[in-house]
């Protein structure tokens, strides 16, 4: 199992970036799949089901981050829109859905640095 998060980066309060996860070493389509972040409470972000259909946010990021997929190129997505300084942290695709997420074994994660 293989999940390789990117498009992190420094963006101003308001802005926007985009995630992605690279995934291999597993059927992809076959689970459900999450977005989780470090040292936060809680520290799942967002979900979404194996073909798509359906996702859920913690409240925090509700109406600002859409997490998507797709099947065809084994990739996740978080879009993340005006941002706020409390999203700062490292973030990671787990597979699962909700705080039953796991990441991968060697995880990276991508950092996002909310900061004027």
């Known amino acids: 199992v293989q999940l390789v998060e990117s498009g992190g980066g420094l963006v101003q309060p308001g802005g926007s970036l985009r995630l992605s996860c690279a995934a291999s070493?597993?059927?992809?389509?076959?689970?459900?799949m999450s977005w989780v972040r470090r040292g936060k409470w809680p520290n799942w972000v967002a979900s979404i089901s194996?073909?798509?259909?359906?996702?859920t946010y913690i409240d925090a990021v509700k109406g600002r981050f859409t997490i998507t997929r797709n099947n065809a190129d084994d990739t996740l997505y978080l879009q993340m829109n005006n941002v706020k300084y409390e999203d700062t942290t490292e973030y990671y695709c787990?597979?699962?859905w909700g705080v039953g997420a796991i990441t991968g074994p060697n995880a990276q994660g991508t950092q996002v640095t909310v900061s004027s």
């Open positions: 194996r073909d798509g259909s359906r996702t």
């Open positions: 787990a597979r699962g």
């Open positions: 070493g597993f059927n992809f389509k076959d689970y459900d």
